[in-house]
């Protein structure tokens, strides 16, 4: 049988209802029970000088910091601001108005002068770029015999000028530049997100000299590469295949990009390993975890490549020029090039070509702008 000591289990009184050792009492007489030494802890932590102090020196901070009277309430919600920085209109440490939305860098406030000032640079920003596409678009629609004759608004709307597009074999232009741009894109992008995967999830002997061999194509200008692109072009080396007057000879050049390529290894050396360790443990292959991980993660970086790359691939003319046997293979671009040249077309077509030229861009545009600022502004916070 155990004994125990009933002045012990006075002392401690837990030991009362519990089993205590008899030298319990003896070994820590001098100790107060757990339960009283957190009571008297949280009794000293309620203690209310201590709030008020804290209170005090927040007051003189927020004092000394935005040169305001009364910054706390002491008496209800002490530990919330009376009045934001934003609703005071003080800037941290500055002693002047927070920015509004009608703010700028220029220092111009929300004052009738500068909104006034702002609107005239709106009208002038509007009117160099906004006017020459509305000209554009007009001179489409009008009867237009006169080159020099351009209105912002069409007179006398018609559609003789599409019709005089179709006789041209604008439209055949078209499909040819939608199948060359649809066909090198996917390329680009299949291209830039294995190659992106590999440099930024690989380590391998001279990694920074093929980082540096696709920056050194983005340096160099397309007529430095034209004559030795058209000779590989029409003699492929080790097939002996030549290429000119198809659509490969176009979509294979652009088929990767150092630009994008770029975008993709940067974007996903963002992506924190554990989670691809995560999926590998979960029994994923690689190209499992680059398709179900990597590519929903990496979407804003893909619409950033998805646009600039259609419009690097659909504003394309001197590739197709010295990639082509003939007039059959020529895409849009080179088509209103010659258009324009040709003395027999009119202003009007030459609209109309320039609206058909502009609406897939425009169209590609609209669809991924959302993932192009998701993607710029991920970019600029990392």
Same mark, same amino acid.
């Not at 209310?48 to 804290?54: K, N």
């Not at 927020?62 to 601001?81: G, I, L, M």
């Not at 895409?331 to 010659?338: F, G, K």
């Given at each position: ?11 401690h ?21 757990d ?7 949280d ?8 709030h ?47 920015p ?9 406030t ?6 006034l000032?702002?609107? !005239? @640079? *709106?009208?002038? +920003?509007?009117? =160099?770029? $906004?006017?020459?596409? %509305?000209?554009? #678009? ?16 069409p007179t006398?709307?018609t ?12 439209f ?9 741009a ?29 980082m540096?061999?696709?920056l ?7 007529e !430095? @590469? *034209?004559v030795? +692109?058209?000779? =590989?072009? $029409?003699?492929?080396? %080790?097939?002996? #295949? ?15 990009w ?22 590998r ?9 680059l ?50 040249d ?13 609206v ?5 861009s ?9 993932s192009l ?10």
């Amino acid at each position: 049988m155990e004994h125990r000591d009933p002045q012990s289990a006075q002392l401690h009184g837990h030991c009362s209802h519990t089993r205590c050792d008899s030298r319990t009492g003896h070994l820590h007489r001098g100790l107060r029970a757990d339960g009283w030494w957190s009571r008297e802890l949280d009794d000293y932590l309620d203690d209310a000088g201590i709030h008020t102090g804290i209170r005090s020196q927040r007051r003189r901070r927020c004092q000394r910091r935005f040169h305001v009277a009364a910054c706390y309430n002491a008496d209800a919600h002490h530990h919330r601001p009376l009045v934001g920085r934003a609703q005071e209109g003080i800037v941290k440490g500055k002693g002047r108005p927070a920015p509004s939305r009608f703010d700028s860098a220029l220092g111009w406030t929300g004052e009738p002068s500068s909104r006034l000032i702002r609107l !005239v @640079i *709106a009208a002038l +920003l509007l009117a =160099v770029f $906004g006017v020459p596409f %509305l000209t554009v #678009i007009s001179s489409a629609f009008s009867h237009t015999s006169d080159p020099t004759q351009l209105a912002v608004l069409p007179t006398d709307p018609t559609l003789d000028n599409f019709r005089a597009a179709g006789e041209w074999s604008l439209f055949t232009y078209l499909r040819n530049s939608l199948i060359i741009a649809g066909g090198g894109l996917l390329l680009q992008m299949t291209a830039s997100v294995l190659a992106g995967y590999a440099l930024s999830r690989r380590k391998f002997r001279g990694q920074a000299l093929v980082m540096l061999l696709f920056l050194m194509t983005m340096m160099l200008p397309e007529e !430095v @590469i *034209a004559v030795p +692109l058209s000779i =590989v072009l $029409g003699d492929l080396p %080790l097939l002996g #295949i030549n290429l000119k007057g198809t659509v490969f000879a176009i979509i294979l050049p652009v088929g990767i990009w150092g630009f994008s390529i770029m975008v993709m290894t940067e974007f996903m050396r963002d992506i924190p390993e554990e989670i691809l360790e995560a999926a590998r443990l979960d029994g994923l292959s690689e190209i499992g975890v680059l398709g179900r991980i990597v590519l929903p993660m990496c979407k804003p970086a893909l619409g950033v490549i998805t646009i600039f790359g259609f419009i690097m691939i659909w504003n394309q003319y001197l590739l197709p020029l010295i990639a082509s046997n003939g007039p059959g293979s020529y895409t849009i671009t080179v088509a209103i090039a010659l258009l324009r040249d040709d003395p027999s077309g009119s202003t009007g077509l030459l609209a109309a070509g320039s609206v058909l030229a502009l609406v897939p861009s425009l169209i590609v545009y609209l669809l991924l702008q959302s993932s192009l600022v998701r993607g710029i502004t991920a970019g600029a916070g990392k």
